[in-house]
């Protein structure tokens, strides 16, 4: 029983050790794009951490969120305002 402590107690370290850092990581990427593949990335660390705590529902939760849909609505953002500013400068030139 104790090894079995053991083992869980040393995988919730290293699964709060990998959210911090990628939580660190997505935090200081200054690019949107790379931000939210980060952002994906944090989201499956949170995933795992959540099914090491036997919290399976709010893993799936964190899956479905986290890592694909929250990433996804960024990447289509940053595309229509890319899109957006440079329909906008070519109407500039056309003046």
Known sequence: ??????????????????????????????????????????????????TVLQAPDVALSQLGVGAAVTPLLIMLTVRRVRRSSTQQRDRERQR
């Open 1 to 50: 029983m104790n090894g079995s402590y053991a083992t869980s107690e040393y995988l919730i370290a290293v699964c709060v050790l990998l959210v911090t850092v990628t939580a660190t990581v997505a935090a200081l990427t200054p690019e949107p794009v790379r931000q939210a593949l980060v952002l994906a990335m944090l989201g499956t660390a949170l995933t795992l951490l959540f």
